[in-house]
Antibody, heavy 113, light 112 residues
Framework: EVQLVESGGGLVQPGGSLRLSCAASGFVFSSYSMYWVRQAPGKGLVWVSHISADGSVTDYADSVKGRFTISRDNAKNTLFLQLNSLRVEDTAVYYC??????WGQGTLVTVSS | DVVMTQSPLSLPVTLGQSASISCRSSQSLVSSDGNTYLMWLRQRPGQSPRRLIYIVSNRDSGVPDRFSGSGSGTDFTLTLSRVEAEDVGVYYCMQATYWPHTFGQGTILEIK
């Protein structure tokens, strides 16, 4: 069974940083592209970032380009998202996803002073 | 970015009746490999999204055959027959043909 468990969310001030992690199990992690998707309170889903299976290719939504960095450790079956220069509008639940077929439970990031 | 437009945004349904959700994309979702990467997901209150349908019409494992997807190019439909109480939630279409992948606004299905 595929399991994706996010961690690292919390309350941070505008301009601050956080590092999200996603521990994966139940599949061959190193064979799959991985994604981060976010959902602001009461709003819809938005793709944030993508990383290829070997980590050589990354993509970002325009809204986070230059501020967020996706990475992965295939030896530890873990996906990361480094969030820098956080803004109030980055407040959301951040989901780790294996394609569109498997999702974690999400971790809440709140950016507020 | 490809814009995904769903209708209706709110869908009250009587138990046992059928329901349909429309999804239109701002450009064709046919990929260079010939597949059309249009998916349907449902998000129940307080839960993560769950994919129901992939590549237009293929049901994911464990999804009842009451759910069916259809369409091509830019016009797609999710149909639920014999709606049950457990079908309540927000339904999203999404395209994975182009980056960034994009979602529709979501359709709230509720029981009358």
């Amino acid at each position: 069974e595929v399991q994706l468990v996010e961690s690292g969310g919390g309350l941070v001030q505008p301009g601050g940083s956080l590092r999200l992690s996603c521990a994966a199990s139940g599949f061959v992690f190193s064979s799959y592209s991985m994604y981060w998707v976010r959902q602001a309170p009461g709003k819809g889903l938005v793709w944030v970032s993508h990383i290829s299976a070997d980590g050589s290719v990354t993509d970002y939504a325009d809204s986070v380009k230059g501020r967020f960095t996706i990475s992965r450790d295939n030896a530890k079956n873990t996906l990361f998202l480094q969030l820098n220069s956080l803004r109030v509008e980055d407040t959301a639940v951040y989901y780790c996803a294996k394609g569109s077929d498997s999702w974690g439970q999400g971790t809440l990031v709140t950016v507020s002073s | 970015d490809v814009v995904m437009t769903q209708s209706p945004l709110s869908l009250p349904v009587t138990l046992g009746q059928s329901a349909s959700i429309s999804c239109r994309s701002s450009q064709s979702l046919v990929s260079s490999d010939g597949n059309t990467y249009l998916m349907w997901l449902r998000q129940r209150p307080g839960q993560s999204p769950r994919r129901l349908i992939y590549i237009v019409s293929n049901r994911d494992s464990g999804v009842p055959d009451r759910f069916s997807g259809s369409g091509s190019g830019t016009d797609f439909t999710l149909t639920l027959s014999r709606v049950e109480a457990e079908d309540v939630g927000v339904y999203y279409c999404m395209q994975a043909t182009y980056w960034p992948h994009t979602f529709g606004q979501g359709t709230i299905l509720e029981i009358k």
